[in-house]
């Protein structure tokens, strides 16, 4: 049936049209990507650079066997001379994740700009280290900050769904294999509250790793006081945040080396060691 009224067209009418003189305002595209880039390190000092280049050597060789599964390896950079130390800060650069470990000593990590070679660096400690991720950060990932209370947590105003979130949560803790898949329950894609997020933030308490990976946007990761639980936010270029999720594992992917990744960190390295010689 032909209605009898005709309905004005679309798009025309008062704010329809731009106004004379107004200039038409774009939303920021994203920018900023990583992506690496070689650097050789320069200095005077042949003997220190020497001195880097020999260790170097060896954390390529190291970045072969790791990737083929070998126990993590470690350099103790207090065994450098403080020029030769300078030479291997310069070589090795900052990379795309930092992390801060908590407790005694407190940590703070940097990859370099080779996937998988990591910088330690506390009272006491100044080594790289060959790994996936490095040891401590697994170790200490749940040592309690605040700790995770559960369903002891007091109910609020405004609960959702956070309580049935939570019982998945603490099963999947619970009944975790290891090396088994991750498990990941995206909020995103739940129904949920500002108080749902606020009451699952008092359950599952704060352990003792902060994870910041900086790439095409950030991810931050942060680990809870409930084993094996991982709070795994990805924010884009403008710090936006578009996922948001619990993952139930040892270790989130996201900050992981990848065994191709030290393969190429491996040639990555010998490249510089060869553009120096």
């Known amino acids: 049936m032909v209605s009898p009224f005709t309905f004005p067209p679309t798009g025309f009418g008062p704010g329809s049209q731009p106004i004379p003189g107004d200039e038409l305002q774009y939303m920021s595209m994203p920018s900023g990507m990583r992506t690496y880039s070689r650097h050789v390190p320069d200095a005077d000092d042949r003997a220190a650079m020497s001195e880097a280049v020999a260790m170097l050597a060896e954390m390529a060789a190291a970045c072969d066997v790791v990737a083929q599964g070998a126990a993590p390896v470690t350099f103790d950079l207090a065994k450098l001379s403080p020029a030769a130390r300078s030479v291997m800060a310069d070589a090795l650069g900052q990379g795309e994740v930092s992390m801060k470990i908590h407790d005694v000593p407190a940590v703070m990590v940097q990859e370099s700009v080779f996937a998988g070679v990591w910088m330690l660096l506390a009272a006491g400690i100044e080594r790289v280290e060959i790994a996936p991720v490095p040891d401590i950060s697994i170790a200490r990932a749940h040592l309690s900050r605040r700790p995770a209370i559960g369903v002891l947590?007091?109910?609020?105003?405004?609960?959702?769904?956070?309580?049935?979130?939570?019982?998945?949560?603490?099963?999947?803790?619970?009944?975790?294999?290891?090396?088994?898949?991750?498990?990941?329950?995206?909020?995103?894609?739940?129904?949920?509250?500002?108080?749902?997020?606020?009451?699952?933030?008092?359950?599952?308490?704060?352990?003792?790793?902060?994870?910041?990976?900086?790439?095409?946007?950030?991810?931050?990761?942060?680990?809870?006081?409930?084993?094996?639980?991982?709070?795994?936010?990805?924010?884009?270029?403008?710090?936006?945040?578009?996922?948001?999720?619990?993952?139930?594992?040892?270790?989130p992917e996201v900050t992981l080396a990848a065994d191709v990744d030290l393969k190429d960190s491996a040639e990555r390295i010998r490249d510089v060691i060869e553009a120096i010689q």
């Open 153 to 251: 947590a007091g109910k609020i105003p405004g609960l959702a769904n956070a309580p049935s979130i939570l019982t998945e949560i603490l099963d999947r803790s619970a009944g975790r294999a290891p090396g088994a898949s991750p498990f990941v329950i995206n909020l995103s894609l739940l129904p949920h509250s500002p108080e749902d997020l606020t009451w699952l933030d008092q359950a599952l308490g704060e352990g003792s790793v902060t994870i910041l990976s900086r790439g095409y946007g950030n991810c931050r990761v942060t680990a809870t006081a409930q084993k094996h639980v991982w709070r795994v936010q990805f924010f884009n270029s403008m710090d936006t945040l578009i996922l948001d999720t619990f993952e139930i594992t040892e270790m």
